[in-house]
């Protein structure tokens, strides 16, 4: 437990944007985790299968909470615009949540699983249950849009606002 | 011209190159080595995530998770039946704590804290009897596994001093009579604590603490003091200079005699030596 639940406890954080409803998911997860986790043949696959379940429970939890609109993805990729790291020197974890928050789901589930650094990319198809090569073209989208987010604000120097604490709950 | 394949692909690896075994990753990092430009982007794509990624990852969970997602697990064990009542209570929860103001700024703090990284690092603040206790009911939902499996008690206490754990020099009569069937070494507040499991019978464990008197605040007695703490029933003494605590969730009743007698156990294991 203690190996995974600071990183799922972000990774409800980014979904579900407040950290009490960050907690809850958190909480329920390894719930299930000991109602049925001894189900799992594959001990390997104890980390993804957390990561499916928060996931699964916030899609079945939060999400119908809130009307979200269809997107239609254009899954091409332009040329990215250059990239300079010194921008992004002072970064801190706030502002970061407050980026990701301001992304469509279907970037943001992929890009903050991509940011934990837990999963690798086709274990990030897994627990979305999308194909690698949708995973790669969103993460691309993603990082374009989280980067274009970050260093079009004060995000980048640190000075953004926290989250939205009652998104998710609401 | 940038190879659109390469570019998604190594967008993909994580910064601390932990893909990089991976065939797709390795051979985007080959074709990376032949091209230039794709080299500087794929070296400054890589910079860019991992300050995104450790900014992300610096974010603490909330003081006290770790407990909340215990007593869940321990809810579950317990009442597997009641499981959609237990998730219903949760959200509405949800809702109700945003009725009570005191509460609502508490978590407010908290989220505002969490948000600037202000949580890390925090003295638990429990005593080390709670902690044990949160600590065991990790290991029985099986949450955590113990670290050490072992059905000896010698090898398992040879294991843990050389962890620099304090582990029992005496073991209680009673005790030698059930299954030992493992131990773990834990950190209270930068003390080692050792932690010795038994099986009571097939559904039920109990479990034996140990951890340096230099290290808690109280003066414990060489005769057994019995408490509950968190849902465990509870014997607590001192022995030389470790403290120790015997837990089960079983009636005061059943441990006891657990307890009746203590047995030098380098006596013991003397006496089994040399006749």
Known sequence: MDRHYAALFRFGLSLAGSADAASDLVQQTFFLWAEKGHQLRDPSKAKSWLFTTLYREYLSTYRRMTAHPQVELDDS?????????????????????AGLQKLDDVFRVPL???????LSYKEIADVLGTPIGTVMSRLSRGKEQLRALLSGSDAASGNVLPFDSKKGAA | MMNEDPRLILGARRPDGSDDSDPEIAAALA????????SEWAAKESEVDGRLSAALRSVQPPHGLRDRILTGARVSRKETGSRRGWFEQKVF???????????A????????????NRVSDVPDERPWQVFATAKAAEFESGITPLEREDTLFETTAIWMREKACPAPHTLPEGLQGLGLFGCSTMTWNGKPVGIVCFKLDAKREVHLVSINVRDIPETLSEKPVWTEVSGYTTAQW???DTAYMLMGRVPRAELEPLLAKKTALRRSHQDRVHG
Do not use: K
């Open chain 1, 77 to 97: 990729t332009g040329e990215l615009p250059a990239i300079e790291p010194a921008a992004f020197s002072s970064i801190d974890g706030a502002s970061v949540v």
């Open chain 1, 112 to 118: 903050t699983l991509f940011y934990l650094q837990d």
């Open chain 2, 31 to 38: 074709a990376a080595q032949a091209d230039p430009q794709l």
């Open chain 2, 93 to 103: 929860g949800i809702f109700q704590r945003g009725e009570i103001a005191a509460v």
């Open chain 2, 105 to 116: 700024a508490v978590v407010a703090l908290l989220a505002i804290a969490v948000v600037f």
């Open chain 2, 238 to 240: 001192r022995e030389n």
